[in-house]
């Protein structure tokens, strides 16, 4: 499977793991099965071995699919939609419970009739311990990248999709030219936009000069990035149907206690008004979002508030080793 993929191949992809699954799955010797999506065709290995194997099964939703991939236009036929809504419906009802990552995501499996007793919201968590270190680290990245030195740090890394709307970051990036030069922005990672983005930047003339791109770094390398970082971005499409997304990206930032730039509604744009962890800046206003980011990076009062907060917000209602007690909870409750 790759971002790369079309979405026909993508399926095809889903179909073709659910099968190995399967085989794989009957020859191991098992007390529950456990079964995280996207995509929604991982039920289908998660339920089929539940009855073969005569244990309980836990379904964990990440997106509300078949949601999202109608609103972008990905199931686009009467035929496939039909499909994926049935197979939600049966996915659910072979469901013993299902963990939602957000309470938008709780929300649409209650709507979809499954009892609301067994539903959890269990969001995605942040690796506090993972990302304690020290500045020393963060200055020697500055350091390797000379483009970088001292200048403010805008970030964003994860995947280069369609819905991830990273061109956004590119118009920001072009528009903060005039206001502050002064100011970075670096994308980090891959997909099928990467090639989009990196000409737009190209073309604009703003690429290697306050707007670069870098290759994928190993995920335990991610820490000294964020703590390089002076405002960490999730970015969406403007569709209401990602307002839900419990993105891992943001909690990162959580974790490396600093402020958060996002423009999408929900649950996260309560969280970060609530607790003043970041800005959330208008999907469809260019200018009005790069001025709402240079004022913030600006004011180093507020950037060093925000970013306590975010450390704060971090520990308290997201870091892993707690929320792993409710995740196995969920387990116990349906295996005693």
């Not at 995509?39 to 509300?64: C, H, M, N, Q, W």
């Not at 990273?166 to 990467?194: Q, R, T, W």
């Not at 960490?232 to 839900?244: G, V």
Request: include cysteine.
């Amino acid at each position: 499977y790759s971002n790369n993929l079309p979405y026909i191949k993508r399926i095809l992809s889903f179909v073709k793991y659910a099968f190995y699954a399967i085989v794989k799955g009957r020859k191991i010797k098992v007390d529950l099965v456990f079964a995280t999506s996207t995509p929604l065709t991982i039920a289908i290995p998660g339920v089929i071995l539940s009855k073969i194997k005569k244990v309980p099964f836990v379904f964990e939703i990440r997106d509300l699919w078949p949601q999202m991939p109608i609103a972008i236009g990905a199931l686009k036929s009467p035929i496939s939609k039909w499909l994926a809504r049935r197979l939600e419906t049966w996915a659910y009802n072979y469901s013993d419970r299902i963990i939602g990552l957000s309470p938008g995501i709780c929300d649409g499996i209650i709507q979809s009739g499954y009892p609301k007793e067994r539903v959890i919201n269990i969001p995605n968590s942040c690796d506090n311990e993972i990302f304690q270190l020290n500045s020393n680290q963060a200055n020697d990245f500055r350091q390797q990248h000379t483009w970088l030195g001292t200048n403010p740090l805008v970030i964003y890394t994860g995947s280069l999709g369609y819905v991830n709307q990273v061109n956004y970051l590119v118009n920001i990036a072009s528009h903060m030219v005039s206001i502050n030069p002064k100011i970075c922005f670096l994308v980090m990672g891959d997909g099928s936009e990467k090639n989009m983005i990196l000409e737009k930047a190209k073309a604009i003339g703003i690429l290697n000069k306050n707007f670069f791109m870098l290759s994928r770094l190993p995920k335990k390398e991610m820490p000294v990035l964020y703590h390089a970082a002076t405002i960490c971005t999730s970015l969406f499409l403007p569709l209401k149907e990602m307002w839900s997304n419990s993105a891992n990206k943001f909690f990162d930032a959580l974790a490396a206690g600093k402020p958060i730039m996002i423009n999408y509604k929900g649950w996260q744009a309560k969280l970060i008004e609530e607790y003043n962890v970041g800005i959330v800046v208008p999907s469809d206003n260019i200018t009005l979002a790069a001025k709402e980011l240079e004022a913030l990076i600006t004011d180093k009062k507020r950037l060093f508030s925000y970013g306590k907060a975010a450390k704060e917000l971090g520990i308290k209602l997201f870091d892993r080793e707690k929320l792993y007690k409710s995740f196995e909870n969920v387990f116990l409750s349906v295996s005693n």
